[in-house]
């Protein structure tokens, strides 16, 4: 059974940084790459991060473009979301989710599988 394990979640002050973690595991496909959305209060999932594992490309929403890093960890199977210099407005739910069924990276729905989601606040 696949699942995607996230850890890192909390709360911070705007200004400062947090470390998301994603752990897939129970893959019996190759997985072609890793992303992660989030939900802000009565807002729709959206995409912010994408990572292409085979080319390691990677693709961010303008509103996070060099504030996040979407990276691989050099040692085990696990992807973090680097996220500096948080806004108010980056409270959300971030969840990771794996195995890209299409090519439009930020639609919710090409994505196969979906970890639970971790809390992220920031308050001003």
């Known amino acids: 059974q696949v699942q995607l394990a996230e850890s890192g979640g909390g709360s911070v002050q705007a200004g400062g940084s947090l470390t998301l973690s994603c752990a897939p595991s129970?893959?019996?496909?190759?997985?072609?790459?890793v992303a992660w959305f989030r939900q802000r209060p009565g807002k729709e999932r959206e995409g912010v991060a994408r990572?292409?594992?085979?080319?390691?490309?990677?693709t961010y929403a303008d509103s996070v473009r060099g504030r996040f890093t979407i990276s691989r960890a050099d040692v085990g199977n696990s992807y973090s979301l680097q996220m500096n210099a948080l806004k108010p407005e980056d409270t959300a739910i971030y969840y990771c989710?794996?195995?890209?069924?299409?090519?439009?990276?930020?639609?919710?729905?090409?994505?196969?599988?979906w970890g639970q989601g971790t809390q992220v606040t920031v308050s001003a």
């Open positions: 989710a794996a195995l890209c069924l299409g090519r439009s990276w930020s639609q919710v729905r090409t994505y196969k599988y």
């Open positions: 129970g893959f019996t496909e190759i997985n072609n790459c």
């Open positions: 990572l292409d594992t085979f080319s390691g490309t990677t």
